[in-house]
């Protein structure tokens, strides 16, 4: 927006506009339909901020932020209420309003990871899209940064009005686009100078994640809800609920160049070559890509994994889990456990990626791997002790290094099980970080297990994994490093 127009909007707003300077600005409504898409706009973001600052209860309120604005115009001078209705009747007056905005360009892409649809560059207008793969990155014509996952079809209805079908959205809004408003089948959410985050489902539920700020949200023929920093909220016809965040369900806009680079790279098809020797590994004992179409039973939602166009399982719910049954009764002396994951949060007790049933049974060696409140990894197998003197305080083998240190990506988790050697080996993205020795060490038993939920409500998995492999041998030092390098997401 030029700074003559702005100052002249705000003056209309605060109702100090003189005789001369609203005939500038009817002038200028009169000429420019973007003018009249950026004054009404700006309006209705007066109209929520005024609320706001007034300290309106927006779950409480009988009072609409309609009602707030409309005694607002009251108080203007009868010049000020004349003008919004010949700025109302200039809208449509003629039938070329909406022909125009189609032709407007209201983002343009900044850069993609894997899209096919878009290249940099491209200006987008009012049409409707939709991207199959990858994540798109676009700046709106007022500064807003949004990010854009596939499977997704969405439309700009204005360059601050983003309608979303289904997908999953981030964005990040400058001061100039404050106000910034995505709308789906269920609600919307209206930006007040913030970062936040929603995801559409094709059922029809959508939620609102704020990272940071504050958003305004409105479920359809609901009320509305004030969030603000690490608040969630589902939008529902009629109602809505507050939900956990999920901060690290979204692509932000400083991971998608990282993405795209390591594309560039060519690093899909080195992970597509590792995952093919590790099929012909002879100690193979499980390895679940998740790009077959007989998938293991469970309750989860398919979204897209590391790469473009492949396919992961995500956790969000309590009782959300894939079953899996591998090994039976055969036992192992050694054992390695891997998997990329992307965790949302921690939230539980325990985020847990690996569960195998029976654990109260007095059965030895049952595995159970997860994350720990402490956010670093757990390997644990019934009946195995600790050495007396270990660093170790609540009887299992732990990592060092928090698994989030890297909060919002994709990272590579690696357990490595030796009952001859009584050792217990961490690794977090390719890089070793500490062994933990046994006094007592089973061989390891598997059988039937559990991805996700494990019967109760403090064995959760809340985000996605991929790639998850079971080998009945111990991986070296070398080849866990040269697992993650080659199946690493990121440059």
Not at 11 to 24: L, T, W
Not at 389 to 417: I, M
């Amino acid at each position: 927006m030029k700074g003559g127009l702005g100052k002249l909007i705000d003056s209309y707003v605060d109702g100090s506009i003189s005789a001369e300077d609203m005939e500038s600005l009817n002038e200028l409504l009169r000429d420019d339909v973007e003018v009249r898409k950026e004054f009404v706009e700006l309006l209705n973001l007066d109209s929520a901020l005024a609320a706001a600052a007034a300290g309106w209860d927006l779950e409480k309120s009988e009072t609409s932020p309609e009602a707030v604005m409309s005694d607002r115009i009251i108080k203007f001078p009868a010049m000020a209420r004349w003008l919004a209705v010949a700025a109302c009747l200039a809208l449509f007056v003629g039938g070329s309003w909406w022909w125009r905005g189609q032709q407007s360009v209201f983002a343009t892409v900044y850069s993609g990871a894997g899209v096919a649809e878009f290249a940099d560059g491209d200006q987008l207008r009012g049409d409707e899209f939709e991207i199959t793969t990858g994540s798109v990155e676009l700046i709106t014509r007022r500064g807003a940064r949004v990010v854009i996952e596939a499977p997704a079809v969405f439309r700009f209805e204005s360059a601050q009005r983003l309608h979303l079908k289904h997908g999953r959205v981030a964005a990040d809004v400058s001061p100039e686009a404050k106000g910034f408003t995505v709308i789906t089948s269920t609600g919307e959410a209206v930006d007040l100078g913030t970062k936040f985050g929603v995801d559409a489902t094709k059922q029809g539920e959508a939620e609102i994640h704020v990272f940071e700020g504050e958003v305004i949200a409105q479920s359809t023929g609901g009320k509305k809800q004030s969030l603000r920093d690490g608040q969630a909220f589902s939008l529902q016809s009629g109602a809505g609920a507050t939900r956990e965040l999920r901060s690290s369900a979204f692509i932000r806009p400083n991971e998608v160049a990282s993405l795209h680079a390591a594309l560039v790279a060519g690093q899909q098809a080195r992970s597509d070559a590792a995952m093919t020797e590790l099929r012909s590994d002879p100690a193979l004992i499980a390895l679940l890509d998740f790009e077959n179409k007989d998938l293991p039973e469970g309750d989860y939602r398919m979204v897209q994994g590391r790469w473009p166009g492949s396919h992961a399982p995500e956790f969000v719910k309590v009782h959300d889990h894939m079953k899996l049954d591998v090994g039976g009764d055969h036992a192992w002396k050694q054992l390695t456990l891997a998997a990329w994951v992307r965790l949302d949060r921690l939230g539980e007790p325990y985020q847990s990626l690996l569960h195998t049933d029976g654990w109260s049974k007095n059965k030895s060696g049952q595995v159970h791997w997860m994350v720990t409140r402490h956010m670093t990894m757990r390997l644990a197998l019934f009946g195995n002790t600790l050495a007396s003197d270990s660093r170790e305080h609540e009887g299992h083998p732990d990592s060092l290094t928090s698994v989030l240190a890297e909060k919002g990506r994709w990272v590579h988790l690696v357990a490595v099980y030796d009952a001859q050697k009584h050792t217990v080996r961490f690794y977090l993205n390719g890089k070793f970080d500490s062994e933990t020795r046994q006094v007592i060490a089973h061989p390891a038993k598997l059988g039937s297990a559990q991805i996700g939920n494990w019967d109760q409500n403090d064995r959760k998995l809340s985000g996605r994994v991929d790639e998850l492999l079971l080998l009945g041998r111990a991986m070296s030092d070398e080849e866990v490093k040269a697992l993650f390098e080659a199946g690493n997401p990121y440059r």
